[in-house]
Every structure is written in C-alpha cells, then in structure tokens.
C-alpha cells in the first residue's frame, strides 16, 4: 500500500521552495514505489497573498490551501508534518507552535539556536507522541548512506582516525549587514548556517557509525571564531573535535574531528575534495558543498588498489532534498517519533558542540531568540 | 670569488648521510657559482670506525677526519660549521657542545626539545657571535620561497584566512617500542618529529609572510593529542593556531592555521595535496609529502582563471637539502649569525607552540632531556 504524507509548508522563501520542488518530483524516478508527497497547505507570516503566490509560481497541484498565518496552518486538520523554512532565530517558536497543535515537524537546520531550546522541542514531541526531526538533508542522499557503510564496514578504508570537514562559500566581499547571513537577530554567521555541514560530516562519519550505545559525545571541544566586523556574527569559524573512539569502535584509540567553516575562502575549489575521511587504509574524499555532495572517492594508500569512484544520481533533476521527506513520510507511516539516521539525541549533541564553540568565543544572540520561553513574538 | 664552507658532522645517521650527499653535489648545477662545500670531518660518539664507515660509503673526498667523540669534532681547527644529525633529545647538548667551542651550527629540527633550551642555545650563539640555524630545509626550496611570495604579493590568492598543513606517514601497524619515532627517551613521537613540518608550513605561510615587525605569536594555541599506548609518546597530534592578522597584514581579520600529524593516516595519498593555503581569491595547494614537497598548484576560485602548477626540480638528483646548506654558507660569508628566511626568533616561538602543546596534553619527556644544564651525559 502506498502511504501519502500531507505537508504543511511553514515559510515561503528560497528553502521551502527548493524543498517543495523536490516534493513535487515523482517518487518512482528515484524507486519509492511506497510513498508518495502532497502539499496541502502553505503559510506566509506576512499575508496569505504570499503564500498564494508560492502555490501558483511553483503550479502546486491539488489547490492546497493559503494561510496568512502559521497558526492557521498548524490547525488544518487535513496537514500531517509542518516543515519548517524559517530562518535558525525562529526554529524553535515555529516547531513549538506546531508542535504544541498536534503535529508531526520537520525543521530546517540548524535545528534550535541553543540546546536548551532542542531539549524542549524533543520532550514535547516526546510526551504528545509526535513526529519531529533536523531536516539535514545531507544525511539522506545515498551518498552519505554509502559512506556511513563503508566506514561502518571498516574493510576499504580501515579504521576512521581523524575527519576534515569544511563548508566555506568563498563571499570575501562580505554580506550587507542586513542579510540574514550576518544579521544576529536571524542568528546568523557562519556556524549555524554553514558550520552545521561540517560539524554533520564530522558527527555522520565519528559518531553516528558506532552503535547507538556506544555513541559518546566529544571528550574535548575547542574552537576559534572570526567575527565579521560589521555586525558581529562569526564569520571564520574553526572546531576541533575529539572523539574517545575511532570507529569502527577501537577504545585505544581516540579519533580527530576538525570542522571548519568560513565566509571568506572556498572549500572545494575548482574539483578540490570538501571532505576527507581519512582512515588507517585509505582515504574517503567528498567532492561538491558539503550540504550536496555529488561524488566520493575511495583512496586507498596501498597504490596497488584501485582508486574507485561514486557519482551521486539526482533522479528527475531533483535537488535532493526528497530523500529527507521519504524518511520523514515512513516514519510516519511506521508510526515512529524520530528517524534513526537523524535521532534526537544527536540533534542535541550537535547543539552542545554548537552552544559549547559559541561560548569559548563569546557569541551570544539576542535575549528572545536564545530565549525557551514561548510564546515570544520574533 | 667563491667561499668554500668546511663542514663537520656529528653523527652518521640516516639523515647525516642524506645531508652530505647533498653536500657533494656539485653547487653550478643548481646555479650556485658564488659558494662550495667542504666535509672536512665525521664524528660518531661510538666509534672513530663507524665515522671512517661513512666517509668511506659516501666516497668523500679529500681526507674528511673520522672522530670517535664529538669533542674532538668540535675542536678541529679545520671544521666552520658543524652540522648536528643526532636525535632531537640530544640537540641542546650538541649544539651547545659546538657552540662552546666557537663552532658556527646547523643544527637539526625539532631545534631542541623545549623552547627553553632552544633560547640557551640562541643566547650562547649571540655572545659567541656564532652562527645559529634550524636545520628546516624545506624552508629553503625555491617551492617554498615562491609560496612564500604569492602570498606576500597577495594578488593571486588574495588575503590568506587558513592554512591546513599535515605530514602523516599512513604507519598504521606502528612501531617497535625501541624505534626512535616513539622512544620518550630520544623525545620520539608524532610533534617533534613530523609535527614540525606542518608547523613549518603554518608559519612560514602565516607568520613568515609577516614583515618581522608585524609578525605575532598565535593569540591562541588548542591542541589534541592521541598517545601510542606502547610508549606514551604522541601519535596523533592535532593543533589548532590562530594568528591575530591575515596575511599581507589586515588586523580586521584572524587568521588559522590548522597544523596535523599522525602515524596512523596518510598525509597525501595518491597526489592528494598535503597542504592547503587558502585566500580569498584562491588557495595554493601543495603536493608531496610536507618535508619535501614536489610540486605547488594555484587554484583561483573565480573558475575563468587558470590554474597554475609548477613543479619543483631537484638539481643533479638532490634530495632538496643542499638549498639550505647555501643558506649556511652565504650567511658564513657575510658574517651573519641568523638567517632571515629561518630566524632564531621563528625557531623560538614555534618550540613555544609544541611546548604549549605538550602542556595541554599532558606529554613530558625524561627529565634529563627537558633539562637546560650542561653538559648531561645523555
């Protein structure tokens, strides 16, 4: 039986686009025969003109409704998930207001803009038996599912002992000071919208292939930010993770994670490999942004070997952003809370390591948005 | 006219005999017409046999002396220079041995084992009005003074942000716990070893690029460090430096220079670049393993613009360190105690960085090589 999934599309800027784009791509190109996607309603905070708007431009079939409002949105009866496309700044009022009205989440990354906040979306979720899930895509693409096995398999590249992993957007010009990129009302900079990429890569790759009981969050945590002149807001920031494990999990070992992210220089250049995993037997390069990889290469030390390649396909043209949205509607046909490949817990340790880098730099965003109160009107 | 240099050397070691190979080529080959190398004695502290050994494999000519102490090394009357070729646990004692006795030194890196030492040693050699180097010759290759130039000039990758710099030597099986790579008692271990180069890039690409009054120690040292179990030493070290500048200087911005070493992984695999310089307008990529780099790439981001790569020769089948031996000698013939592509202040402020290091790591050597007394038997 083929389950469908009816989407609330909380947010009409270029993500949710991007991402409802996606949705409208035919399941079957890319064989999920089981699921399909349809979006029933979109809400604008602004006007429900706006929210029309996003139905036409994008010919969203089957008249989904248009909201003024995103309480308007989260009451419709006939919208099982809301995803969320605000910026970082209002993830958590968004996921709770929401949440709080019965429904399943999907929210954009990075998930809150401090753990505390994370912790409360995950117990609500929890206690009123809804869906919720960081809607990091890259975790999804197949890439990644491939990559994840091969470290988890450890044959091919060996015991994983130190991982770099950058997104850098090559913007040395700089950001008006009214982009939410820099903007710290939108708590902006690069670590919450760029360095949640790297710090995915270094968890996905460390953390994530040990068994779940053997998951252990960073033994040491240390970091250094470049603030960005005209507001304040990171704009180089560098992390150095250790884990107390390799993986697969040897104990006598502990494992290097070194996320980098930054506005002023480019992490893959022209080819250049963004990601490298590098491992006692060889090597694992992710080559495209960290957030779309398109192509790994399996590098093994022994020159005897051959080097060996994966291309990512995008079925349909697709940005590849459906991946998310099929866990996300089998979950919720499985009846589950959480998606193993992106659990809560994981979401959380991210947000420490975040929380953690942020205060040995002294980057705090304003009151209401670091805020777990709720209501606050952003 | 030409300025023979007469050389000494203490200790037959691999690395001695790579050096006096280098020695006895002939300098016009790689366009040196103004200077000439002399071995004019060898000294092993175990045997004048073993000293005879190695004048006789390599075929030196003119009758170098053979020594059995390096006493006696350092008092021949027909030695300039002596270059030191023993482990870096003994570098504090020999150099200071030579530099008692009014020899001009070259002395092997890791420089010393602490910075305490290496300041002694730099004391001694200004009272002395001596000569006084690290022996860093990768510093010395004309692929080093080209780098070095690109960023100075800075119109070809812009304003440096980060440097990633590893040497790692793909060892995963490890060593013998008598190898001097992991012997406490010889300051074995990934840092001193092999971390130095990647410090050496970080530097000479950050702070080197500096006018010498601009150049300031990292505002930040982080570290983390992995232990061999057999043995304690280091394997696995990562550190993280920030510099309060960009380079060419621009106090708006920091800049960091993430420097790597391990045993366990490879640095460069299959033509991966080892080190990655990175501006804002595109990063020069560095290939061969750290010490001995063959080939350097420039890589513009703006994708209209060619990449550039230039590879580097090794005149008369070199292994790269006679560059640094012409150093030695234009600075004897000048009468200049330091050279300024290696300044004793640089060798200082890095053995600062591996002592924060250690420190952080909770790494100590011996007693009796940390120490600053002279003379101690090692």
């Known amino acids: 039986m083929v389950h469908n999934t009816r989407w609330g599309i909380l947010a009409t800027g270029g993500i949710a686009k991007a991402f409802v784009k996606d949705l409208l791509k035919n399941p079957q190109t890319r064989n999920a025969s089981d699921i399909t996607h349809t979006v029933t309603a979109v809400a604008s905070s602004s006007s429900s003109s ?3 708007e996003f139905i036409t431009d994008l010919s969203l079939p089957g008249m989904p409704k248009a909201y003024g409002s995103y ?3 989260v009451n419709d009866p006939n919208v099982d998930v809301i995803y969320i496309a605000t910026p970082h700044s209002h993830h958590y009022q968004n996921a709770r207001l929401a949440l709080e009205a019965g429904k399943h989440v999907l929210c954009e990354k990075a998930f809150t803009v401090n753990a505390a906040q ?9 206690k009123k038996n809804l869906f919720l899930m960081e809607a990091v895509w890259t975790r999804f693409f197949p890439l990644s599912v491939q990559v994840r096995d091969i470290i988890r398999k450890g044959g091919e590249i060996g015991e994983v002992v130190r991982v770099l992993a950058d997104l850098s957007i090559a ?6 000071v009214s982009s939410r990129m820099v903007n710290l009302d939108l708590a902006g900079g690069a670590l919450l919208d760029l360095g949640i990429y790297s710090l995915t890569w270094v968890f996905q790759t460390l953390y994530h292939t040990l068994p779940p009981s053997q998951r252990k969050p960073p033994s040491t945590i240390q970091s250094s930010m470049t603030k960005y002149p005209a507001t304040g807001a ?3 920031t560098t992390i150095l993770l250790t ?3 390799t993986t697969p999990a040897d ?9 980098t992210t930054a506005f002023a220089v480019h992490s893959h250049p022209r080819g250049t490999p963004s990601i490298r995993i590098q491992g006692t037997k060889g090597e694992i390069q992710i080559f495209g942004p960290a957030f779309r990889p398109v192509k790994y290469r ?3 030390v022994d020159e005897k070997k051959e080097i060996r390649e994966w291309e990512c396909e995008f079925p349909d043209g697709g940005h590849g952003m459906y991946w998310e949205a099929d866990e996300v509607a089998r979950c919720l046909r499985d009846g589950k809370l959480e998606s193993e490949r992106m659990p809560w817990e994981e979401s959380i340790v991210i947000m420490e390591v975040m929380d953690e880098v942020r205060r040995q730099n002294g980057l705090v965003y304003p009151e209401k948005i670091e805020s777990v109160e709720y209501p606050v009107a952003l």
């Open 118 to 126: 994370a912790k409360i979306l995950v117990d609500i979720a929890r």
């Open 50 to 52: 706006r929210a029309q």
């Open 234 to 236: 990171d704009e180089d």
């Open 298 to 300: 399996v590098v093994p």
């Open 171 to 176: 913007n040395a010009d700089g950001f008006d």
């Open 251 to 259: 104990d006598r070992r502990a494992s290097h994670g070194i996320a």
């Open 71 to 73: 309480e308007e949105l």
């Open 243 to 245: 884990f107390p494990t």
